[in-house]
């Protein structure tokens, strides 16, 4: 059992018991997720089992996919429906300004991480301070909102929107900075994510199914790891690599071997997998070098 499970994570779970539950109709420990979503949302959540945990960490990088839900009017403590309303306002926004206010996000931005939030600062997650009352300074950092559009807007008070977005964006920041924008505030009242790099929600797999799954059924839909790292270009290679790659030795490529020097490969022998490789260019070499070997 090597490989990514497609997970459509319901409402009310968090990721924890996401892996948790996965250690148990899977009969393994070696279980992790790739990367946390909030428990009030749904979607995707692949799920890494056996040698796939230990291409999650590649996977934190990729684009995330998102249908959320902007209610405007309030703002809450967690920027979302879950926390306590803290603000109200009764402006009234057209639907032309709900349009230049979403156009404003497009494209790199800053963001201010929620203090309801698993980032640490000084040992402690943000969440944990703020249940404690305590709200500290965070820094902003640079995201990229790469696609953003609306997909209906209820009487300018509720609009589900569409976002693919980099790594770190967190969605209902962007409700509570939309509704701050608008002068009506805002909150998020729903999340959906429906992808995950190649991962999207209709290939998902639900609860319901896999309740109703045996172990060999639960073996049969964990894709291959390669299929998390698909955005990765890949190299394939003779036999004759298979020893010293394996055996952590820098080998030298020969020409006519399409790559791109300083990024990351899927690197194949003899049509198999056997892990991630960064390739170097020096002195007129190009040369290959594991960065995971995934076949011992």
């Known amino acids: 059992m090597d490989g990514i499970i497609n997970f459509f994570k319901p409402a009310g779970m968090t990721s924890h018991d996401a892996v948790a539950y996965f250690r148990r109709i899977l009969g393994t420990r070696k279980v992790g997720h790739t990367g946390t979503l909030d428990p ?3 979607g995707v959540l692949p799920i890494c089992v056996g040698k796939g945990t230990k291409v999650s960490e590649y ?11 902007l209610t405007l009017g309030t703002s809450s403590d967690t920027q979302d429906s879950t926390g306590t309303v803290v603000k109200t306002s009764y402006k009234l926004v057209t639907e032309e300004q709900i349009q230049d206010a979403f156009n404003s996000f497009r494209g790199e931005i800053d963001q201010i991480p929620p203090m309801y939030s698993a980032k640490k600062i000084g040992g402690k997650k943000l969440y ?25 807007n209820q009487d300018n008070g509720r609009v589900t929107f569409y976002t693919r977005c980099s790594k770190g964006t967190y969605i209902r920041t962007i409700c509570n900075d939309l509704g701050e924008l ?16 190649d991962f999207k929600v209709e290939d998902s797999y639900g609860m319901d199914t896999l309740d109703g799954m045996d172990k060999e059924a639960l073996q049969n839909i964990i894709q291959p790891i390669d299929s998390a790292i698909l ?6 290679l ?4 298979l020893k010293p790659l394996t055996n ?3 080998v030298e490529l020969g020409e006519g071997i399409g790559v791109t020097a300083g990024k990351l490969h899927r690197i194949y022998v003899s049509d198999k997998f056997i892990g991630i490789g960064k390739i170097m260019e ?15």
């Open 40 to 42: 009030m949302a749904t």
């Open 248 to 250: 952590g030795v820098r």
């Open 128 to 152: 944990e301070l703020a249940r404690d009352g305590i709200e500290v300074e965070r820094k902003s950092r640079r995201i990229n909102i790469k696609e953003l559009r609306i997909l209906n």
């Open 282 to 296: 020096e002195n007129d070499r190009t040369t290959l070098k594991m960065d995971k070997v995934l076949i011992r």
């Open 238 to 241: 003779d036999g004759s690599y």
């Open 231 to 236: 955005f990765m270009e890949s190299i394939k």
């Open 182 to 197: 608008l002068g009506t505030y805002g909150h998020m009242s729903y999340l959906l994510r429906v992808g995950v790099g």
């Open 59 to 69: 996977l934190l990088g990729v684009d995330k996919e998102y249908i959320a839900e």
